[in-house]
């Protein structure tokens, strides 16, 4: 809790306010000799008293307004930590996401080429068999087509290497102006 001292010597003064006041009305009803006076003076009291009672309430309301506004400051602040941390954590987790799903594509395809690898080399062999059993036409149009399907696998490979030294961002979705766009352009 936070004590305003402002509002605290605004009471105080009030307060202080009203009694001389009220001191110095009956002060000076005691010092008449009329009483009907009196009556005078108490009403005089009264209003006093009610036009301080107002000054209270717009002191009380005008430090209730501040103090509001002090605690909706703080929420927002929070909420804006609540939001930036929020996003940091997000892309940390596509960053992750996406690294993990490198590996496993890079992982798979190093499977893949060493089943084709081993495949191909086979085809070669067997082309090369063909050729010294007489099936010369055959063996060459094996080993032919066994380098080429090899060579494109060479190549693949290298463009996947390049690649990989200068990474692409994941697209996760498009965005939500992206998406009205282009229903809109359909």
Partial sequence: ????????????????????????????????????????????????????????ASVTQHAKRDATARVREGFSREREKIRVRAEREKAKLIEKSQQRIIKDRSRTQAKANAKSAVLLTGVAVLGGIMVFTQFITFGLLLMATAGGALGGYLLRSRQLTLSRKRPTPLRVGPAQGQLEERTRDT
């Fill in 1 to 56: 809790m936070v004590l305003n001292f402002s509002g605290l010597f605004k009471f105080l003064t009030g307060i202080l306010l009203v009694q001389v006041a009220t001191g110095l009305l009956v002060a000076a009803a005691l010092r008449t000799q009329q009483q009907e006076l009196w009556l005078l003076f108490l009403l005089l009291a009264l209003t006093l008293c009610l036009i301080t009672a107002f000054w209270f």
